[in-house]
């Protein structure tokens, strides 16, 4: 009966003169590990708002809605890190592979909700035919870019790159009514008109 109670005097002993294993926190900041998953924060310059981690969030933390009522049209991308799970899917499924990442931010605590939701904005390009959301402009950019000379083989894609971009929407000139013309072929178009397109060639 006595060994057990040495051997917790030794314990109690050894802890009292141990470095401590809790932080101080609030009094001092607590270092999380290099690879914890703490807020998701978006980069802006590698984001090209396509929408693939918004289909891999299981939480609905992501979000996107496609304004075509704005002026110009626009893609809303919303994350609200209070439904944010940190399960790194949306870092993992990036297309550019840089475009949001799991910062080492943790302490998230608040009491006002609205301050956890974020918005960013990116604009859309639609069929210059049919007016259908094509994707964003940053995409179509970035997939001119990544295709490197493979991108010559679609007008969309040089048109896009070559400045046309800047052309306001609503100074496209749409024709829905009208059939596919072979002039058609230098406009920036979605797929089922390119797919007419292909087809009347
Ligand atoms: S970490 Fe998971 S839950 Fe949070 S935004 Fe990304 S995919 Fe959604
Ligand atoms: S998948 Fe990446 S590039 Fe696409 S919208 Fe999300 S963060 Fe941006």
Redesign the pocket.
């Known amino acids: 009966m006595r060994l057990p109670k040495l051997r917790e005097l030794k314990e109690a002993v050894t802890a009292v003169f141990s470095p401590r294993f809790t932080t101080r926190f609030p009094a001092e900041p607590c270092v999380v590990p290099e690879k914890y998953r703490g807020k998701p924060e978006?980069d802006l310059d590698?984001?090209?708002?396509?929408?693939?981690?918004?289909n891999v969030c299981p939480t609905e933390a992501l979000t996107q809605i496609d304004d075509l009522e704005a002026n110009p049209p626009t893609r809303k991308?919303t994350l609200r890190y209070d439904t944010c799970i940190f399960c790194g899917n949306?870092r993992d499924?990036?297309?550019?592979e840089d475009?949001?990442k799991l910062s080492n931010e943790w302490d998230l605590a608040t009491l006002d909700r609205e301050s956890t939701i974020e918005t960013h904005e990116y604009e859309l390009q639609l069929c210059e035919k049919c007016g259908a959301v094509i994707g964003t402009k940053k995409h179509l950019i970035w997939l001119y870019e990544k295709l490197g000379p493979l991108a010559y083989t679609n007008p969309s894609l040089l048109i896009a790159k070559s400045g046309e971009l800047l052309t306001k929407p609503q100074d496209i000139e749409q024709q829905p009514d009208k059939d596919i013309q072979t002039n058609d072929f230098m406009r920036i178009l979605c797929p089922k008109c390119k797919c007419e397109l292909n087809i009347r060639l």
């Open positions: 978006f590698t984001c090209i708002g396509c929408g693939a981690c918004v991308i949306c499924n990036c297309t550019t475009g949001i």
